[in-house]
C-alpha cells in the first residue's frame, strides 16, 4: 500500500524588535534580561531565535542565547566566558522569534 501523505501550512511566526541593555558581566558569569514586550502565544518550551546584532556577536568570549521563560516571556541571557569584566554596548536591537 501507498503511504499517506499529509501537511499542515505553518503560520509565519512574528519577529519582534526589541532594544536590550545588558548590565555589566562579571568575569565568568551571566546576566539575565526578561524581554518587557508581550509575546502572545509563547509557551515553555517553544523554540525561539535570536538575532543577535554585529556589535553584540563580535564581543570576544560572549555568547547569547534566549528561551521562552514563562507564556508570553521570552528571556536572553548574556555569558561572559573571559576573565574580565565586560560592558556590552547600549541600545542593541535583538531580534526574537518563537516558533510553535
Known amino acids: 500500500p501507498s ?14 524588535v526589541e532594544n536590550v541593555n545588558f548590565p555589566d558581566v562579571d568575569p565568568n558569569s551571566s546576566q539575565d534580561i526578561v524581554i518587557v514586550t508581550d509575546i502572545p502565544g509563547a ?25 521562552v521563560s514563562a507564556a508570553d516571556e521570552v528571556t536572553i541571557r548574556i555569558n561572559n566566558l573571559s576573565d574580565d569584566l565586560l560592558n556590552p554596548p547600549d541600545d542593541q536591537e535583538f531580534k526574537i522569534i518563537v516558533i510553535k
Do not use: E, K, N
Request: with cysteine; aromatic share 8%; glycine share 10%.
Open 3 to 16: 503511504p499517506t501523505l499529509s501537511w499542515t501550512q505553518m503560520t509565519l511566526p512574528t519577529v519582534l
Open 43 to 67: 509557551a515553555v518550551g517553544d523554540v525561539v531565535g535570536l538575532g543577535v546584532p554585529a556589535d553584540c556577536g563580535l564581543l570576544p568570549l560572549v555568547t547569547f542565547h534566549a528561551w
